[in-house]
């Protein structure tokens, strides 16, 4: 199976709407893509994002999970979704605006493999085209590593999960859902997702083959560092 096969009916109730993430897009591309009317999310998962993106927008979604991309076609039905892997899809189409967000490009656990994403990201985007993305940074894996295991009660089920990070730079996610069904009865759902950890001088350098930064920020609107809790960024298409 995929990875966030097992999980993915349970996904949106562990993490709920992504209001905040949805509004930063849209501002962003409201700042630097205004006339955009075509959006690629790159692991669309549950379809959570392009469903809140609104109506304005030709949607398209890749992920390589068909357990979320059915999720996905409930969500955003007017969304076209493909199940494919980010590291080598290829549409007979162009795009205003490629995201990719939620530490999707962090399970592309080949380093090789992030300059692949972004050379085939430029190659989709129109010209003057963006591409938004974010990562969980070295220093967020780390402190994930030294936390406790994380339990979360949701809908009457149970999640509990673990990151180890003795493998540096590769993280490995253990999660575990104990689906309640009545009493005492419980189904147990278990997946372990991998996570890289990549320096952000050196995805800026990778970036700077295809895209010319023109936005980058923590979560609190600072530069980003390899201690920032999260890093965001929007790049944009150089010329070819």
């Not at 190659?123 to 940074?137: K, Q, R």
């Not at 069904?181 to 278990?190: A, I, K, L, P, Q």
Request: charge should be negative; glycine fraction near 8%; include cysteine.
């Amino acid at each position: 199976m995929a990875q966030y096969d097992s999980f993915a009916r349970f996904y949106d109730g562990v993490n709920g709407e992504p209001e905040d993430r949805i509004a930063q897009i849209l501002a962003d591309i409201e700042e630097f893509r205004p006339d955009a009317h075509s959006v690629l999310e790159l692991g669309c998962g549950t379809g959570a994002i392009l469903a809140g993106l609104g109506s304005g927008f030709s949607l398209t979604g890749i992920d390589i999970s068909s357990a979320m991309l059915d999720v996905a076609r409930r969500r955003c039905p007017s969304a076209r979704l493909l199940e494919g892997d980010i590291t080598s899809f290829s549409l007979a189409q162009s795009f205003d605006v490629v995201i990719c967000v939620y530490d999707t490009l962090n399970h592309v656990t080949d380093v090789a493999l992030w300059r692949t994403v972004f050379a085939n990201v430029a190659a989709h985007l129109a010209a003057g085209g963006i591409f938004i993305f974010d990562l969980n940074t070295l220093g967020r894996l780390r402190d994930l590593g030294d936390m406790a295991p994380w339990v979360y009660d949701f809908d009457g089920n149970t999640l509990i999960m673990d990151v180890d990070f003795t493998e540096e730079p590769l993280s490995r996610w253990h999660i575990r859902v104990f689906e309640h069904h009545s009493g005492d009865v419980f189904t147990r759902h278990e997946e372990t997702i991998l996570e890289l950890g990549v320096a952000l001088d050196t995805v800026r350098e990778e970036l700077a083959r295809e895209f010319t930064l023109v936005a980058q920020s923590d979560t609190q609107g600072a530069t980003p560092t390899d201690f920032s809790t999260r890093a965001l960024f929007v790049a944009r298409r150089n010329p070819f």
